[in-house]
């Protein structure tokens, strides 16, 4: 790896500016590490030419979005490849219920443009605000409604990638089986016996999708980064659900959260997420009147056809959990009876308190000079944060 002094600019878009490496050394994780080098590139052709130069030259590069991924995969020693300022377009196809977007476009965008279409990203990632298209990719984002819709990987049909000679190609689901890497019959029934059986695994390739699909689009998804960058992705939008109603649940011990879970799962809940109690005292510190207590909170959104099931939905969800009697009535298993009580906070004023509050939490870990970074630019002040969360505090649990 040459000393970052040594380092020729290949393309406009590569520095070695002291200030904008610092910039870059971090993400909201806790890795702290000064890349020898920081790209800008302005689309797919410049992205090349610097995927090139780093090929001959054996530097490495170290994709990067929003830098809102907590362990670590958008710092490195090598060149950082910030792809959220120079990919910023968006081609919709509402009547097919699709979006091309390029790498840098938000979850939020996209949310924004397909609204007057009745339209949205189902994955609702917390970080939507700021995590780019190519890091929601990299990352197989998922988020509370991924409990009805699961992670990005079912949600994205296309991409367009820079691999790493420097060939932009299109990845298209379904397109081929087997065509890039084969797993063998043997391999296949490696992955099936030792894969881990979970909902959601973000560790590793995604070996168990790819011995059953064989298509490389699922190799792609949750790679990280580690297999090409990502210039483009194709998104699939789902309708945008006629009404939603939700409740925030507080329980006194986290064994009393967990029983309850899988009764709102089976009510086919559009969201569910946990808030625990540290969570919970950082929301606190903003104000927000928590009764005491509480050990764990499930902001629970169901999303129905008319007004009356979503809040019919979410009486049943409380009364059920609030009510021991009709709580052990079910069978469910556990120790003691179901200790709950509902918050008087929308789940709207607790997501963003909580969402500002981890936000916050990212940001306090920087200094001055991490300022300086275009990524960072964008990222909401503590006193933004503050005021936004004091605007929604009035409103009330059921929506
Ligand atoms: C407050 C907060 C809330 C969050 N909530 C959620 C949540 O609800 N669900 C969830 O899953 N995650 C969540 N995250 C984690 C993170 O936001 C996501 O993983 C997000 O997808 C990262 O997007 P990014 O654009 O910030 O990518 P980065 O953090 O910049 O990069 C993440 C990884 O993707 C790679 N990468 C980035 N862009 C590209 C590209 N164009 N091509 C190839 N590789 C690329 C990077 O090398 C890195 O390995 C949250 C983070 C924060 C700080």
């Given amino acids: 790896m040459p000393h970052a002094a040594l380092l020729p600019a290949p393309v406009p878009s590569l520095t070695t500016d002291e200030r904008v490496r610092a910039a870059y050394s971090e993400g909201a994780g806790i890795y702290r590490i000064v890349p020898a080098g920081v790209a800008l590139p302005r689309g797919v052709e410049e992205l090349q030419a610097l995927v090139r130069w780093a090929a001959e ?5 170290v994709p990067r979005g929003a830098g809102s991924g907590m362990p670590g995969g958008g710092v490195g020693r090598g060149v950082v490849v910030d792809l959220s300022p120079g990919f910023h377009w968006i081609a919709p196809d509402w009547s097919h219920r699709a979006v091309w977007v390029g790498a840098s476009v938000t979850a939020a965008d996209i949310s924004d443009a397909a609204r007057p279409f009745g339209l949205r990203l189902a994955p609702d990632p917390s970080s939507g605000a700021f995590a780019t298209s190519g890091g929601l990719t990299a990352t197989n984002a998922a988020g509370p409604r991924s409990v009805r819709c699961g992670s990005v990987r ?11 000679d420097g060939t932009a190609r299109r990845v298209t689901r379904g397109a081929g089986r087997w065509e890039r890497f084969v797993v063998s019959p043997d ?3 490696l992955v099936d016996a030792r894969f881990p059986k979970t909902r959601k695994n973000s560790s590793g390739y995604a070996l168990d999708r790819y011995a059953e699909s064989g298509d490389e689009l699922d190799l792609l998804i949750g790679a990280e980064g580690t297999l090409a960058l990502v210039t483009a992705v194709r998104w699939r939008l789902e309708p945008i659900p006629p009404d939603v109603a939700g409740a925030s649940l507080g329980f006194g011990s986290l064994d ?3 029983q309850a879970v899988p009764f709102l799962i089976a009510l086919n809940p559009s969201a569910v997420e946990l808030l625990d109690r540290t969570f919970l005292e950082l929301v606190r510190g903003d104000g927000l009147d928590l009764p005491a207590g509480i050990e764990g909170l499930l902001l629970v959104e169901f999303e129905r056809d008319t007004r009356a099931a979503a809040r019919g939905v979410v009486g049943d969800a409380v009364r059920r959990c609030t009510s021991p009697r009709r709580w052990i ?3 469910w298993s556990g120790s003691g009876p179901c200790e709950s009580s509902p918050v008087p906070h929308s789940r709207a004023s607790l997501r963003h308190g909580a969402r500002s509050r981890s936000w916050r939490t990212a940001v306090c870990r920087s200094s001055g000079w991490r300022n300086t970074s275009p990524a960072f630019a964008r990222r909401p002040s503590a006193a933004a944060c503050r005021s936004r969360c004091s605007a929604t505090r009035a409103t009330v649990m059921c929506t």
């Fill in 329 to 331: 009535g079910e069978g």
């Fill in 154 to 164: 079912a949600w994205v049909d296309a991409v367009e990638i820079v691999e790493a």
């Fill in 57 to 61: 030259t054996r530097t490495p590069l």
């Fill in 256 to 258: 009393a959260l967990a």
């Fill in 187 to 189: 391999q296949r029934r």
